[in-house]
């Protein structure tokens, strides 16, 4: 544990809280089983004492950010993270002056689950192309290391090797064990809908049969509602209790929009999704 | 474990598979395919008694007719290797379910299906049955209770359906019973009292500060039971459908017209503690928890049942009751 990183963030905690400057501080503290992270959020000076910050601190806390939108809140915000602020930003879903972000020179995070801390980095922390959050308003830890990042995409490029009949069989074996618990949608930075479609009951998309044609469709129009805007934490796949490999999905989805539209998800405030934008110059697919 | 492919012949054999990474209840074919090491399965046989989905009844049209058709149970069930904290589980939904005016689908396969229990000679870092009315080796609500030995297994025949399992009579065993692991003590005595004490504290608005509200927590749970019902129609056929729901999911409470009866994040996380804690043992005289600590483990931002129960003993001893 990196205990002058942790002070910096306590200390920053503590003058915020002071000064009146944020109503809390959502953070990271440890988890009950003594080794493993969870979410932190700090109202009082004597709780500060809570957080910390180390290799297990996977979640992406921006998504709590949508719950707190009347008060102004200080967060602590890895580099992936930050790329779900700048998207809800760019999306009009928080207001930047409600925000105070410790960004932290994250050195990577490890798999985690309960009671268990993996030894190797994450896949998505072996490919980030990012050492420092792209927005903040403080940074805390050390200057960036770099380190030789892995190559992006290798396993959607497996997948993309097999037939189709290999893939439909790969993704319905794995739908099948969905249970629609919808962590997958609750933890998720962009799934923000008031109604999700799968709520929807007129017209009726999908239903509440936990069935797998049902769980078929809900999986693959939640990536789809997510292409080109999924900032890659995978903490959708974190959370699946069913061990669906959903960022195998996401990013056969974002690399499909990088090679399509050259863009990704939460690198600016200010860039336009793809799917959400129509250019004059566009091709409409006939002759004009 | 032979004699388990006998009771294959005219039954359905649930047993523990390993799948991928996790270990399911699941119908299995031959005794090889049971997965025999493991801490507990990662959903609770609550499934086989209350499916995530399932066919009430339909409706059919025939000659201008509305003819009805009652969902039926196929076979005799037997369910194998569940442990304790999970058959305590099962007879505590037989509280709701087999009240009158009793659920027949689950009476049906509540009758049909006998519960071979695996005694726990190891406890996980979740457990914490010995403080909520069960035990490793609790052989109240199984039929036969298996414990394992170095050399095999002591069979302890607990009810007549599990005589009726046995094909022939088995060697009386001069072994006594292993003694069951050792587990953490969690404060429970006045916890009931303490969910209705310190209702409208702001403890729970804080705690629900991090919840997803996702599904997890009540559909690994072997007590949860809440579902939804929706009728389907198509070309003059209807189907009611019931499948598993969660009082953690958001529009829970919504009713026609909008309202909402518990719009905030603290009061549906207090909802699924109070149901636990308070609700049901006032009706059913034993607290709906019975410490298998799935949802701890699954819980993606480690809401942990224990500390909840022990914050609130702690609340109510500052108050001084």
Redesign the interface.
């Known amino acids: 544990m990196d205990s002058e990183l942790i002070q910096q963030i306590r200390n920053q905690a503590r003058d915020l809280l002071e000064s009146g400057t944020v109503k809390g501080v959502i953070g990271y503290e440890r ?3 003594g080794l ?1 992270a ?4 700090v109202y009082e000076l004597a709780a500060v004492e809570r957080l910390i910050f180390d290799e297990t601190c996977t ?1 992406n806390l921006v ?2 950010l949508r ?1 707190k939108k009347a008060e102004k809140m200080a967060i602590v915000v890895k580099p992936c993270d930050s790329r779900a602020i700048n998207l809800l930003l760019n999306e009009k879903q928080i207001k930047r002056e409600t925000l105070f972000i410790i960004g932290v020179t994250c050195p990577g995070v490890v798999e985690t ?3 268990y801390k993996g030894q190797t980095l994450q896949a998505r922390c072996q490919t980030c192309q990012l050492s420092k959050p792209l927005v903040y308003d403080f940074l805390v830890g050390h200057e960036p290391v770099e380190w030789p990042k892995a190559v992006p995409y290798l396993n959607v490029q497996e997948m993309e090797n097999k037939s189709i009949a290999a893939r439909r069989d790969f993704w319905l074996g794995q739908f099948e ?1 969905c ?5 997958c ?3 998720c930075p962009g799934c923000y809908c008031p ?1 999700c479609f799968v ?1 929807q009951l007129d017209p009726l998309w999908v ?5 797998p044609k049902e769980n078929e469709l809900w999986q693959i129009m939640r990536a789809f509602h997510l292409a080109g805007r999924c900032i890659g934490c995978d ?1 959708c796949e ?2 699946c ?3 669906i490999p959903l960022s195998l999905l996401n990013q056969k989805l974002e690399k499909k929009v990088k090679e399509l539209f050259d863009f990704q998800a939460g690198l600016s405030p200010e860039e336009q999704p793809p799917l959400a934008t129509f250019k004059k110059e566009e091709k409409l697919g006939f002759e004009e | 474990m032979r004699w388990l492919d006998q009771l294959l012949q005219e039954r359905i054999l649930l047993a523990p598979v390993r799948v991928e990474g996790l270990i399911l209840f699941q119908p299995v074919s031959k005794v090889e395919e049971v997965a025999l090491d493991f801490g507990n399965t990662t959903f609770s046989p609550k499934e086989w008694f209350l499916p995530p989905t399932e066919t009430l009844f339909s409706m059919q049209r025939n000659d201008g007719q509305p003819q009805l058709v009652p969902s039926m149970v196929e076979k005799d069930v037997v369910i194998f290797g569940l442990r304790s904290c999970d058959a305590k589980g099962i007879a505590l939904m037989d509280g709701p379910f087999l009240r009158e005016p009793a659920d027949t689908l689950y009476q049906e396969r509540r009758t049909r299906t006998s519960l071979i229990g695996l005694s726990c000679r190891q406890a996980q870092p979740e457990c914490f049955c010995t403080s909520v009315g069960s035990a490793p080796n609790d052989s109240s609500h199984v039929d036969i209770l298996l414990t394992e030995i170095e050399d095999g297994y002591i069979v302890q025949v607990i009810t007549d359906k599990g005589k009726a399992l046995l094909p022939q009579a088995l060697v009386e065993s001069e072994e006594a019973l292993p003694p069951p692991p050792e587990l953490q003590a969690v404060p429970t005595k006045q916890v009931t009292q303490a969910v209705r004490e310190f209702f409208n504290n702001p403890y729970w608005g804080r705690l629900a500060d991090r919840c997803l509200h996702c599904n997890i927590c009540a559909y690994v749970c072997p007590t949860c039971y809440c579902f939804d019902v929706r009728d389907y129609s198509n070309k003059g056929s209807l189907e009611r459908v019931r499948s598993w729901d969660s009082c953690q999911s958001a529009g829970f409470t919504r009713i026609a017209g909008g309202y909402e009866r518990r719009a905030t994040k603290g009061a549906r996380l207090r909802q699924r503690f109070s149901h636990k804690l308070l609700y049901f043992p006032e009706e059913f005289h034993d607290i709906a928890c019975v410490g298998c600590g799935r949802c701890v483990k699954s819980c993606p931002v480690n809401i942990d049942i224990r500390e909840v129960m022990s914050d609130l003993e702690q609340l109510e001893a500052k108050s001084g009751s």
């Open positions: 988890a009950s089983d493993t969870r979410p932190a959020f979640h998504i709590y719950d689950s309960w009671n064990r249970i629609r618990c919808y962590a949608r609750q933890v109604e709520e239903g509440i049969r936990i069935a903490e974190r959370v209790p069913v061990d």
